[in-house]
């Protein structure tokens, strides 16, 4: 039997929006140790790794290891219907071919797991949605830990903003780190763009810095396509880590307040092939 | 000759939001009473019944019964052009093809309802529209007064988010009500919802209150279509009333601050024929 | 060289806003005196005239005229990668076929123009967009300083919202001044519509008075289409003042602070062929 309760029922509202633009079905993965799923995008070039940690559920039961498929849109119809500050439960019965969503409104306490005893002791509204299971293929890929030529920390909203500008210019973005800072390059019809963001810690809120750790400078190029799908998990966190080596994929973390992450990992475009849309793994 | 003066012109904005989805061309009824409606939607499902008593407007002159055939949406298009402090007054001359909207804002007093003595007397900006007014078959049909099985007063704005997020699940809801509660479902391709609001009495606000009235548990099935139409409504008032029999239509209710009423009646569903779009009346 | 520095960068996307529904492709004039624009909208009907006074600038460097030809829906994707926030620089070379946008944000001071030097001396985030510049051909037309009957200035966003409500109701509007007020009226399928403004100057804040200055009455009749489009402006000034005379086009003028001007120029359609939608010049 699976029961995992979170009183921050919009946490997953958001790290659904963050994914299901990337990704249409996937296997979530329940085991003692958390909640977790791992999926490639359609077009099997970005790669998404979510994580959220049992410690950070109020009450996490999971008896046996558990692998859900769901449609994303689905799961994100249902998860819509609770509110903002609703308490989420997920429930599974081992056997079961259904997974049901159940949404509290926080404002009083409940004694009882079962709809029918709420009436008497229970809250004044409560909802529970149940979602058929599928079978979903999917061959979970070891991603070894690897050291990067450089990492820059910066704040989440940035990032965004600078993906969606860039967009409006061209299709890729060519990511180069120096000691000094981080510059976003594009180039299209209409022109080209650039935009250096400095390294700086002296800001007054942390989440405001701009932080490189770097042992080499890197140049890497990508599609601007996929960056501006990986930045809907920008309502997760304040900030975002970019880490990039010259010969792996780029990964874009954000953390999920106590929890885990979801990280979204790309591959870059070789730059002479520049014109050529798709990337190389 | 007629004339009708509301202070709160913002009201009648509301009022056409309200039910210009369900009808499209209808007759407004004036008499020394008030100021009503009744109409069918296109389908003829669902009825409407609108009143505005004479006591809730500033000035109401009805020289003689009226009844003024009007295109909702062309009405709607004119009412938005009123700002939403304006006084609103309706005229039409005994015999007249045409209706005028007059629009004054509220800032000072006017003393003429001439448009032309006002540039001396009167307010800084004035508008008025008029509209031709359309020949519209109609039969008024009596309701008759019913004892209801059950009654459920609720926050109409809970209730629209009810609807709503059923909707995006299937097409139509089961409403079940007992003495502990009332149970909203629906099932889809994707699952089945239940949303369960308990009967409270006690809370801060009057208009939070859920509050039963029941004589004996009722089960009724409603295409959601048609009670999302009936939210239009919900800017009209903070509460909502559902009351339910087996043999009759649901009666939707909102109230109009001391002036009178919208009501919405949808016949429901029968469950053996639940994949069978049409209701049965 | 020409290097203008706009510490309010966002009125220059105000700007752009205001005029890139009319005008497609523009020259922008560049002399000792200011930055300017003159054209006509692509049906030739319109005219739109832009003045940003060098004065306004904080750094004003135009070395010779320059006349730089632009598409006006590509500077408007540039400017808007600019906060709200960020001073704009307008740079490019003599000679050169290309013209730089560079957006800095604004809470630190920047020691370079160079976006290589900021590294060490400059801000945190410095974006510059390169874009080529196109070759117009665009007829310089001279307007005469006319004599007008009739000027009133009013609030730009109650003349906005004026030309917004006619147009759901028809597609001409009769502007007529007296000395008591104006008249904006119109006429379509479904009614007509009439809204009068009076004088009023006795207002606690200037910019919501309404004033005439007529030397004698004047009626004439404009496409609501292109009066809807004159409103974009609506951001860039609190008022508006429309001038006008029998035998010349309306000017409809919005101030931008201390800097200059966007002037509107529309011929009056002839009142006889009213339903011939090409307006006599």
């Known amino acids: 039997m699976l029961e995992l309760r979170l009183v921050q029922g919009s946490l997953l509202k958001k790290v659904l929006e963050a994914i299901r633009e990337l990704v249409t079905d996937a296997n979530f993965d329940c085991s003692g140790t958390g909640f977790s799923l791992q999926a490639m995008d359609s077009s099997h070039v970005a790669l998404v790794a979510l994580l959220l940690r049992s410690e950070g559920f ?3 039961r999971c008896d ?15 998860l819509r219907c609770a509110g903002n500050d609703d308490i989420v439960t997920i429930k ?18 409940i004694l009882s797991h079962s709809v029918f005893f709420l009436y008497n002791f ?42 969606k500008d ?16 981080v510059k976003f390059s594009t180039k299209g019809d209409i022109g080209t763009a650039n935009i250096v963001c400095r390294q700086n810690s002296t800001v007054d809120k942390p989440e405001e810095a701009t932080i490189i750790e770097m042992k ?8 601007l396509r996929y960056m501006n ?28 307040a106590e929890m885990g992450y979801i990280r979204f990992y790309l591959a870059p475009k070789i730059e002479d092939e520049e014109e050529d849309v798709k990337p190389q793994a």
Chains 1, 2, 3 share one sequence.
């Open 58 to 60: 109020e009450h996490y």
């Open 64 to 78: 046996r290891n558990l692998s859900m498929g769901m449609n994303l849109n689905n799961v994100s119809k249902m």
């Open 92 to 109: 599974a019965d081992d056997g079961s071919d259904t997974v049901t969503f159940m949404f509290e409104s926080p404002s009083q306490w």
């Open 122 to 163: 229970g809250q004044d509204k409560i909802a529970d949605f149940e979602m058929k299971l599928m079978d979903i293929d999917s061959e979970h890929l070891g991603i070894p830990e690897a050291e990067y030529h450089a990492i820059v920390r910066m704040p989440s909203s940035e990032f965004a903003r600078i993906c």
């Open 166 to 181: 860039l967009s409006s210019i061209g299709d890729t973005v060519v990511i180069s780190v120096t000691k000094e800072g």
């Open 216 to 223: 080499e400078p890197v140049t890497l190029t990508f599609a």
């Open 229 to 256: 799908s990986f930045t809907k998990a920008t309502p997760l966190s304040s900030t975002v880590s970019l880490s990039l080596s010259s010969e792996l994929p780029i990964v874009v973390e954000y953390k999920i």
